[in-house]
């Protein structure tokens, strides 16, 4: 059996969620074990573009359709989605038995660096320091990053920790964040073909 095709026990790592409220609909489904093929719609391009970038490093398959009113404001399309993939990557990743639970990335992007590192602990918490003097990426507010990353990491059950080391142009900072928790994320859900249970102390994650 290959550690990257299956979980510790040969499960699937797939699961689908469907999310509904008055301001968004949202459909994701998530393979931890994929080859990072995508299929992305949130009617806000550059988020598009930012969740493309997440599923192909992370090499999840991840497929996300959303229609929210981002006519009001593009907040609840990209927060709503945050929650989604969040509670979809928990259920895919199922008892987490046999994974390396830490992942850790430092990622350059043209003049910016940003350093990511995570645990898969089930107990959520963002430190999140990604300033930007000028946050606007053509029609995105790059302070929505953080908004979706708390959602995420909330839902994800993941202690996520986002810094910036350095770095000028918006677009850079929030593309090297994606990217760097993608990675991470990679290296934390992999499958340590030395680990026979869950990897703590505690018996429980």
Same mark, same amino acid.
């Given at each position: 059996?290959?550690?990257?095709?299956?979980?510790?026990?040969?499960?699937?790592?797939?699961?689908?969620?469907?999310?509904?409220?008055?301001?968004?609909?949202?459909?994701?489904?998530?393979?931890?074990?994929?080859?990072?093929?995508?299929?992305?719609?949130?009617?806000?391009?550059?988020?598009?573009?930012?969740?493309?970038?997440?599923?192909?490093?992370?090499?999840?398959?991840?497929?996300?359709?959303?229609?929210?009113?981002?006519?009001?404001?593009? /907040? &609840?399309? !990209? #927060?709503?989605?945050?929650?989604?993939?969040?509670? =979809?990557? *928990? %259920? @895919?990743?199922?008892?987490?038995?046999?994974?390396?639970?830490?992942?850790?990335?430092?990622?350059?992007?043209?003049?910016?660096?940003?350093?990511?590192?995570?645990?898969?602990?089930?107990?959520?918490?963002?430190?999140?320091?990604?300033?930007?003097?000028?946050?606007?990426?053509?029609?995105?507010?790059?302070?929505?990053?953080?908004?979706?990353?708390?959602?995420?990491?909330?839902?994800?059950?993941?202690?996520?920790?986002?810094?910036?080391?350095?770095?000028?142009?918006? /677009? &850079?900072? !929030? #593309?090297?964040?994606?990217?760097?928790?993608?990675? =991470?994320? *990679? %290296? @934390?859900?992999?499958?340590?073909?030395?680990?026979?249970?869950?990897?703590?102390?505690?018996?429980?994650?």
């Amino acid at each position: 059996m290959s550690s990257t095709a299956q979980g510790a026990a040969g499960a699937s790592r797939v699961a689908t969620i469907a999310r509904k409220t008055k301001e968004t609909e949202i459909r994701i489904r998530i393979d931890l074990d994929g080859t990072g093929q995508y299929d992305i719609s949130t009617g806000i391009p550059f988020f598009d573009h930012m969740l493309e970038s997440f599923g192909r490093h992370a090499l999840f398959d991840l497929e996300v359709q959303a229609k929210g009113d981002i006519d009001v404001d593009l /907040h &609840h399309t !990209v #927060e709503d989605v945050g929650i989604s993939l969040g509670q =979809a990557f *928990r %259920e @895919a990743l199922g008892s987490a038995s046999g994974i390396k639970r830490f992942g850790a990335c430092l990622l350059p992007m043209a003049e910016s660096k940003v350093e990511v590192a995570v645990d898969v602990s089930n107990r959520p918490y963002l430190v999140y320091q990604l300033e930007m003097e000028n946050p606007m990426i053509s029609t995105f507010d790059g302070t929505l990053t953080e908004d979706f990353m708390y959602a995420f990491s909330q839902s994800a059950g993941l202690d996520l920790h986002i810094e910036k080391r350095y770095g000028k142009s918006p /677009h &850079h900072i !929030v #593309e090297a964040a994606f990217k760097g928790v993608a990675r =991470a994320l *990679r %290296e @934390a859900v992999a499958i340590d073909p030395r680990e026979t249970g869950l990897p703590t102390v505690k018996g429980a994650l």
